[in-house]
Structures are given as structure tokens and as C-alpha cells.
């Protein structure tokens, strides 16, 4: 009885649980090949039960931004459409309803991140019925079990999105509802506060959401949590750049960047478009701070990484203009695929920097 009254607690296995925390704390810790092991294992264990394949997708989704590569979406697609019918076939047996609430929050967590996917490929038609069915599957889990904080992060962030949704698309759409920015909020806090689950990568997205709707005051502590929690995380150090820049806080933004730039060419030095961005940031930063010598220095790596760096990618020729035009703020012409780009003078720089301290 004792272990039954467990396994219902939070509508999932009490194994399970232990073991997607275990998994989702390698997560923060970027160790993305453990934790693809932690929730394979899920899925052997559960083969029946979707959270083994949603929660290696969303593993699969946040290696690809940390490490700006789109190799692994063919297996992160396989294992969300996995995920999407193993929770259809499960609300057809399960009776109890915070199980099926939970069923109904993976399910909806699954089109979200696919629709997550597809935006960021410009798809944003296809991104938008995703995420129009993931919505729905979180109001339901919701309906079921208005404790399922968890369900109120996507839930929050749809309501924020509609708010701002282009025109063009509303008129294709027009099914979708209104939007409300206050609401999403109110629903992206109750999910930091309370989720199970998602209450790390809560604090990270409202951050993010917070400043970019021109609220970075509001964002900045929920931004140091997520920072401080997992210091080493690129990811939750980039929303905290991004936070002290809507703030206009540059000495602080850059010495953010200075900590992403020795974790990166740590951890990433063979990830030559994410070495090739967080040297541009430092070259950015010198500007800001009008050491030319300094900003010309890092910006001249900077171009000579990212032409060594995979061409293909969306974002190279997004990071090429940026460094061209600080080039033209510099009263400098760009080098071109001649700029230098010894690896030597990036790691010659590493030992002033592994001291940095970003939070006090």
C-alpha cells in the first residue's frame, strides 16, 4: 500500500520519478550522454509509457542549442513521435485521473518541442498547429489536475505567444485564441515555483520571456538562480548575458561572456561556430568598453573560426554580418577567409580567465 500511494504521487512510477530527476540534473549539468542513458533506461523499463522517449528528445533538443548543431533531428523527430503515440495508447487503459493528467502533460510537452524545432527552421505554419496541439493537451492535463504545475510552463509561454502572434498567421488560424501576456506569466512563475519537473528550465525561460518583453529587472533574479544553481551551464549563463544587456549592464554582460567563452573552448573547442560566437561576444565586449585594440584583436579570431566553422548551419551567416558590421563600428574592413585563426591565441587567453567569477 505504502509503495502504491508513492507511485500515484506525482502520477508517474516512483522509479521513474527518481530517475527522470536524476536525468533532468545531468541535463543542467550538460552531460547529454548520460542522461540519453538514464532515460533509455526509462524507456526499456516502461516501454508502454511516453516519458522514456519525450524525455530523450528534450535531451536531444537542449544539446542541439548548446552545441548549435542540427545532426541529431531525424532521431529527436523519431523519438517525439514515439513519445506522442505511446501517450494516445495509454489514455485509452488508465482510469486514474492525475495519471492520465500526466499522460495528457507529455503528450503536450512533445508537440511544444517539435514545434519548438520547426520554428527555429523558419516552418513556422507547422510550428504553429504543434503548438496549438500542445496547448491543448496541457489545458486538458490541467483540467484533470490543476496541481500538475508542471502543465503551466508551456501552458504560460503559449499564452505569452499569442499575444504577439504575426498577423498573417492569426488570419490562417483564426481558431486561435487571443492571447494574454500577464496571464502567461502568472502561469510561467507557477510552474518555477512549484514544478516537479520543469521549475529550473522555468526560471530560465521566464527570464528570457521577462527581458524580452523589456522587463529585465523582473527577469534578473530568476536569471542568477538558474546561473548560480548550475554555474557551469552555458545555456543559463547565456539568458543571464541576455538579461544584463536589456538592462544595459555591459560591465556585467561581459564578464557573463567572458565565463561562456572559457566553458565553451573548454568544453566545445571542436564546436568551432559556438568558439567562433563566444569570441565574437568578447570582441563585442572590448568595444563596449572602447578598447579598440582589444575588440579588433578577438574580432579578427572570431571571423577566421567561423569561416572554418560549417557554412550550412542558419546561424553562420547571422554571426557573419554581426561581425562585419562591429568591423564597420571599428572603422575596419572584415578580413575576409584569410582573418586569423590560430587556436593557439584563443587558448593563450584561457589561464586570465579561469578565475572568472560571474555571481556574487
Known sequence: MIFLVAALLYGVPSRMDTLILDGLELIYEQK?????????????????????????????????????????????????EEAIRKARARMKAVEDLRELAWLYFFQGAAFLYRAERKARHNDLLDAAKDGWRGYKSLMKAIELDSTLYDAYLGVGTVHVALARIPGWLRFLMPFLPPGDVERGLSEMRLAAEKGRYVHVFAHDALAYTLAYLGRPREALPLALYAARKYPQNRNFLWTLAYVYGRMG???????????????????????????????FKLAQGYAYLHQRENALWYLEVAEGLLWQADRTLPEWKRLRKNIEALYRRLGEKPRGPLAASDSTRIRAVLDSLRATRVMN
Do not use: N
Request: hydrophobic share 45%.
Open 249 to 279: 549592464r555591459w560591465r556585467d554582460w561581459f564578464e557573463v561572456h567572458k565565463a561562456i567563452f572559457f566553458l565553451t573552448v573548454r568544453d566545445q573547442f571542436r564546436s568551432t561556430y559556438d568558439v567562433a560566437l563566444a569570441t
Open 32 to 80: 547529454y550522454p548520460e542522461a540519453l542513458f538514464l532515460f533509455g533506461e526509462i524507456a526499456r523499463q516502461w516501454p508502454e509509457e511516453p516519458a522514456g522517449y519525450l524525455l530523450q528528445a528534450v535531451t536531444l533538443s537542449v544539446y542541439m542549442m548548446d552545441y548549435t548543431t542540427y545532426a541529431p533531428e531525424k532521431e529527436f523527430y523519431r523519438l517525439v
